[in-house]
């Protein structure tokens, strides 16, 4: 399973009960401009889990428009953003490196075994259900 379905499919639990929507750029509709709605999207969301890897940060899309804008929402607590590193990457080179990862960064889930890994995607889940339980709470 892909990193792209594994990571909604450990959110589930969050949908079914209708406490969250998951939304990721695979949703936008043919004939959408990808551009328009994916923006509309980051500048909307109340959380932004990045999923951090080589081919990620090669993107000049991504390096100029998504984690850009993601972190000034993070700045002025419009979006939480979570991020955890998928592949060995130059992360620490980037401005993601000033915001708490969800796991060890030089830890890439692609070096963990599947015990690891669940383990890494359940801090996901819990990390996701706690920025819910906070934004509710008196």
Same mark, same amino acid.
């Given at each position: 399973?892909s990193?792209?379905?594994?990571t909604?499919?450990?959110?589930?639990?969050?949908?079914?009960?209708?406490?969250?929507?998951?939304?990721?750029?695979?949703?936008?509709?043919?004939?959408a401009?990808?551009?328009?709605?994916?923006?509309?999207?980051?500048?909307?969301c109340?959380?932004a889990i990045?999923?951090?890897?080589?081919?990620?940060?090669?993107?000049?899309?991504?390096?100029?428009?998504? %984690?850009p *804008?993601? /972190? $000034?929402?993070?700045?002025? &607590?419009?979006?939480?953003?979570?991020?955890?590193? @998928?592949? !060995?990457?130059?992360?620490?080179?980037?401005?993601?490196?000033?915001?708490?990862?969800?796991?060890? %960064?030089? *830890?890439? /889930? $692609?070096?963990?075994?599947? &015990?690891?890994?669940?383990?890494?995607?359940?801090g @996901?889940? !819990?990390?996701?259900?706690k920025?819910?339980?906070?934004?509710?709470?008196?």
């Amino acid at each position: 399973m892909s990193w792209l379905n594994r990571t909604p499919a450990i959110l589930q639990p969050l949908q079914q009960t209708g406490r969250a929507h998951v939304w990721t750029d695979i949703d936008i509709e043919a004939g959408a401009r990808w551009d328009v709605e994916l923006r509309r999207k980051l500048s909307t969301c109340d959380i932004a889990i990045l999923l951090v890897s080589t081919h990620f940060l090669q993107s000049d899309y991504v390096r100029n428009v998504e %984690p850009p *804008l993601l /972190l $000034e929402r993070s700045r002025t &607590s419009r979006t939480r953003l979570l991020w955890i590193v @998928l592949s !060995q990457s130059p992360w620490d080179k980037t401005e993601l490196v000033d915001t708490q990862a969800l796991s060890d %960064p030089p *830890l890439a /889930l $692609e070096d963990m075994n599947d &015990s690891e890994v669940q383990v890494a995607l359940v801090g @996901l889940r !819990q990390a996701v259900e706690k920025q819910f339980a906070d934004s509710v709470a008196p």
